[in-house]
């Protein structure tokens, strides 16, 4: 039982370190493209620990989050544009929104089971993305631009000049998916999940009130995933139904949390440190010009994982100190 | 609106419907085998299409011609999948086994991306074409060749599973694994053969799209997305009820076009989908 409080503090000092490293970062590299990278990959950490909320610790594979997403990013945009609200409250709206849709949407497709789950899921994705596109109030196929607003200010939630502020806004969401999944993994709702996911027929005999912990399980995946949304639409500045709210965003966010570990609390942040700079790195050297290499690549990479170690690049980790769990 | 558009409109969808039926048939035949879904189902199809496309530009031939060919390709390029791929994940969690098929989806999609460009084409001038009128409705000619061929191979399949010794060893082992292993089948060739034929399907169908559709990296994702509709209506692994489930996507997609928005044509096939799943979660003619 020694073993067990090492390997606590080895993880205490490696999870210390990594955060040191993390803040020290945009004051390392101040130049805008390592930041927009590390940008992207908190972003699709977090909607990948998100998606394994839902996912990996509940066992509802969904394939249909960038409804979320989308409703997140649409949400806090129109806020600012036709009430002129703050972003900083317009997330919170998203997520609120987002959060009564998945209610609404997880009351009938949590009956299905499986690949009718999944399938399910990719049904909804393509309907909302099929309103929002001919939504004409909500900008239809056209998309909407987010006002720019000069010079940068807090409340406008716009930091374009030094993207620096976007890089800690970014981080703190990250943490605060991954505590959230850290405190679930550890509470009641938690075990639940994973009861669920194990067997939801034994679940539901030993008095887990198994849809009402569906619905649970949904609902902070799709808040948080919301957050991450809206983010995304600050951050460009620019959102159409073609770029929230498509079936490869619902599936690169699961194939992120797949790559890392399903599942697991590091998984997520592991997959998106391992894909976003390879997607980003290979756009740039091997230039975009509708070549698609990076995602050949990473399409690649998902099959042998999947084939090789369907537990992720996490399970690789952890076998040399011997954890199992 | 008139009888004869919604007459007109209801033999559109009832072509279509057979087309979506034969490609559905593959996807429900390999989720029968062993309950696995292909999400590659519709890059399958985009690379049937580029087979007959390529034929066509390099030698001339027709996809009529070429259908031999394209099938033959992805009966290899399914076997292929299934010694490369699915069989090292038979035992794998549902979730590796949707992203082995996802990421086959993702690679061949950007191989056909990185090898021929985005850019649509098109087979020009194909032998059917133009189109007749049959008491006042239209019918366009390669449409209803692709539909005909589509339900000849729809009807093949089923007599080759239900009658040939070859298909009842399928079916037993679609039933049940070890007891057929029992018997003496080689389950492992009938799960290859199970993956050539499925990939088999979508290689007659894409050939046969080609002749009044473009041709594209991305093309195969509605008509999976609509396959996928179409086996789950009838209910996966149940290979005749494919054929309920794409004739009825076939008339609810352009009638459902028709009378309420063309815009909406395929969330109103999601939205029936889902409705039926939720009043019957094992499909129309499924067994849970």
Avoid at chain 1, 207 to 226: C, N
Avoid at chain 1, 261 to 270: A, D, H, K, R, Y
């Amino acid at each position: 039982m020694a073993r067990p409080a090492r390997g606590t503090t080895v993880r205490w000092l490696a999870a210390s370190a990594l955060l040191a490293a993390l803040l020290a970062f945009p004051f390392v590299f101040t130049r805008p493209f390592p930041r927009h990278v590390m940008i992207s990959i908190f972003l699709y950490a977090m909607l990948a620990q998100a998606w394994n909320i839902l996912a990996g610790y509940c066992g509802q594979i969904s394939l249909g989050h960038a409804v979320f997403f989308g409703i997140g990013a649409y949400t806090s945009t129109l806020l600012v544009r036709h009430a002129a609200l703050t972003p900083w409250l317009g997330m919170l709206a998203g997520a609120a929104v987002a959060g009564l849709v998945s209610q609404a949407i997880g009351f009938p497709v949590f009956r299905l089971r499986g690949h009718y789950f999944a399938i399910a899921t990719i049904a909804v994705g393509e309907i909302v993305q099929t309103l929002f596109i001919n939504w004409d109030w909500a900008g239809g196929a056209r998309g909407l631009f987010v006002p720019l607003q000069r010079p940068d200010r807090f409340v406008h939630f716009q930091f374009h000049e030094s993207k620096q502020n976007y890089y800690f806004v970014s981080l703190a969401f990250l943490a605060l998916a991954l505590g959230l999944a850290r405190l679930l993994e550890r509470s009641r709702a938690g075990y639940y999940f994973r009861a669920i996911r194990e067997d939801q027929e034994a679940a539901a005999s030993l008095g887990v009130d198994v849809t009402r912990y569906k619905q649970l399980a949904m609902g902070i995946s799709a808040m948080l995933t919301a957050l991450g949304g809206s983010f995304y639409a600050q951050y460009i500045l620019f959102i159409d139904p073609e770029s929230v709210f498509p079936l490869s965003l619902s599936i690169l966010i699961c194939l992120i949390a797949v790559l890392g570990g399903v599942g697991t609390l590091w998984g997520p942040l592991l997959g998106a440190a391992v894909l976003v700079p390879l997607s980003e790195g290979t756009r740039v050297l091997l230039g975009g010009g509708g070549k698609a290499l990076d995602l050949l690549i990473y399409g690649g990479l998902i099959v042998v994982i999947a084939v090789v170690q369907p537990g992720g690049l996490i399970a690789l980790l952890r076998r040399p100190w011997g954890r199992t769990s | 609106m008139t009888v004869e558009v919604l007459l007109q409109a209801a033999v559109s969808g009832l072509l279509m419907g057979f087309v979506y039926a034969l490609i559905a048939a593959g996807l429900s035949l390999i989720f029968g085998l062993m309950e696995i879904v292909n999400f590659a189902h519709g890059e399958f199809l985009m690379l049937a299409m580029y087979t007959a496309f390529w034929s066509w530009a390099l030698w001339r031939l027709d996809p009529l011609l070429s259908l031999p060919l394209s099938a033959a390709v992805l009966f290899l390029l399914g076997v292929l999948t299934y010694k490369g791929v699915i069989r090292w994940i038979l035992e794998a969690p549902m979730l590796a086994q949707i992203f082995a098929t996802f990421g086959l989806a993702v690679f061949l999609r950007s191989l056909a991306q990185f090898l021929w460009g985005v850019d649509f084409r098109l087979i020009q001038d194909p032998l059917v074409k133009g189109r007749v009128s049959l008491a006042g409705l239209y019918i366009g000619l390669p449409q209803l060749m692709a539909s005909l061929a589509c339900l000849a191979a729809f009807g093949f399949l089923y007599w080759f599973i239900t009658r040939t010794e070859t298909g009842l060893a399928l079916q037993a082992t679609a039933q049940d694994r070890q007891a057929a292993s029992l018997m003496g089948i080689d389950t492992e060739r009938m799960f290859a053969l199970g993956w050539g034929i499925g990939a088999g399907c979508v290689g007659v169908a894409g050939s046969l799209l080609t002749t009044f559709f473009y041709i594209f990296p991305d093309v195969g994702g509605t008509f999976a997305l609509l396959a996928y509709v179409a086996v789950a209506l009838g209910g996966f692994g149940n290979v005749p009820a494919t054929l309920a489930g794409g004739i009825t996507v076939g008339l609810v997609e352009v009638l459902g076009g028709l009378l309420i928005a063309p815009a909406f044509k395929y969330a109103i096939v999601f939205l029936l989908y889902l409705v039926v799943v939720l009043w019957r979660p094992q499909g129309l003619f499924g067994k849970f």
